[in-house]
């Protein structure tokens, strides 16, 4: 009987990017308040089209055995079957340094009370 090795896909975003990446291992952090995710899957380089994408990631997290995410940056993390193509997704156009937390939207208060 084969043994089954989990495989998980975290989506969390950091300054203004999604980030969606595979990993073997997932577990709670000694620091508060953070993941941490080893073992770093990504697709193999026998394929002869390159994802300019996943060719990205892979060179951020080139030399890294074990990275650690603060819980508030998570947007989910899934256990999946298959592996799938490393991204990183650009989340806005937001140039300044101070993002917006995420899942919050540009609503803007009204200073005029509705009747």
Same mark, same amino acid.
Request: proline fraction near 6%; charge should be negative.
């Given at each position: 009987m084969a043994?089954?090795?989990?495989? &998980?896909?975290?989506i &969390?975003?950091?300054?203004?990017?999604v980030y969606e990446i595979y990993a073997r291992?997932?577990?709670?952090?000694?620091?508060? *308040?953070?993941i941490v995710v080893e073992e770093l899957v990504f697709g193999e380089r026998s394929s002869v089209l390159v994802d300019?994408? =996943? =060719?990205? !990631?892979?060179? =951020? &997290?080139a030399e890294v055995t074990r990275t650690y995410?603060?819980?508030h940056a998570i947007l989910r993390i899934d256990e999946v079957e298959k592996?799938? !193509?490393?991204?990183?997704?650009? *989340? *806005?156009?937001n140039t300044n340094n101070v993002s917006? &937390?995420? *899942?919050m939207?540009?609503?803007?208060?009204?200073?005029?009370?509705?009747?």
């Open positions: 043994i089954k090795e989990h495989l &998980f896909k975290i &969390f975003f950091q300054r203004d990017n291992q997932v577990s709670e952090s000694d620091m508060y *308040g953070f300019p994408s =996943e =060719e990205k !990631v892979k060179h =951020e &997290f995410i603060p819980m592996e799938g !193509v490393a991204t990183i997704v650009r *989340g *806005g156009t917006q &937390f995420p *899942g939207t540009n609503n803007k208060i009204s200073s005029t009370p509705q009747e």
